[in-house]
């Protein structure tokens, strides 16, 4: 781990959570409809949309290279969290609503350990960078919260018109950080897009399970980004 020069970063579950919560942005918004729905409702409700999700996600992932696309899901996935909550009216609408509030840095906050540890990859020298499957917001909101100063790439799916595990996604990022494959790093923690997406570029992974559940036996796990500091042993 010594050669490492530069490392990349997924971006949901591993760099960024929503603020103040998932479910409280969600109450807030049903409410400025005239709907008075519970923070455990939602979570319950969230348990439908997470399968939707995941059973697209397995069918066909390519949303993700679409801007249109990757909109259309979200906005899909919400409306069946709105339904199976017992909303009536105008549940595209809402759903839209709350795409669109999660395309604000508002929205968004920095785990307690990115920016100490950002601070101190970047006192090292080493180049950091995004490549996320992610829309078009990213840039922005990275800018909103304060990443953006420490980033040299952002590679959205959306705009590139790539997306992980596409090893080409991942050469795109090494040419902007101008590092070889053998001297870079990748941390997020889905193990098929980043690990595996990773590898399939020549890149080390690095798998990161804040929440329990994610370890493998083949790539190293940690539970926060001081764990990346043990990693590089630094």
């Not at 590898?199 to 036996?217: N, P, W, Y």
Request: a negative charge; one cysteine or more.
């Amino acid at each position: 781990m010594e050669d490492i020069k530069g490392i990349f970063f997924d971006v949901g579950n591993t760099l960024l959570e929503p603020y103040p919560s998932f479910e409280a942005v969600c109450v807030e918004i049903l409410g400025g409809f005239g709907h008075d729905i519970s923070e455990e409702a939602i979570r319950l409700g969230s348990v439908v949309a997470d399968r939707y999700y995941d059973e697209r996600y397995r069918a066909d992932d390519s949303f993700w290279t679409s801007e249109e696309a990757a909109r259309e899901m979200w906005c899909e996935m919400y409306c069946r969290m709105l339904k199976e909550m017992g909303v009536d009216g105008d549940r595209k609408l809402i759903g839209e609503t709350i795409y669109e509030e999660f395309g604000n840095g508002r929205r968004w906050k920095p785990y307690p350990d990115v920016i100490p540890v950002f601070e101190e990859l970047k006192g090292r020298g080493l180049k950091l960078g995004i490549i996320s499957n992610w829309d078009s917001r990213l840039e922005k909101i990275c800018f909103d919260i304060g990443l953006y100063r420490y980033l040299q790439a952002i590679l959205s799916s959306a705009v590139i018109g790539l997306r992980k595990p596409d090893p080409v996604i991942f050469e795109e990022g090494l040419s902007r950080l101008s590092i070889q494959a053998s001297r870079a790093l990748h941390v997020g923690d889905h193990y098929y897009a980043d690990i595996l997406g990773a590898r399939s570029a020549g890149i080390q992974g690095v798998l990161i399970d804040r929440f329990g559940g994610e370890e493998k036996a083949d790539v190293p796990t940690i539970h926060d980004l001081y764990g990346l500091l043990e990693v590089l042993a630094i």
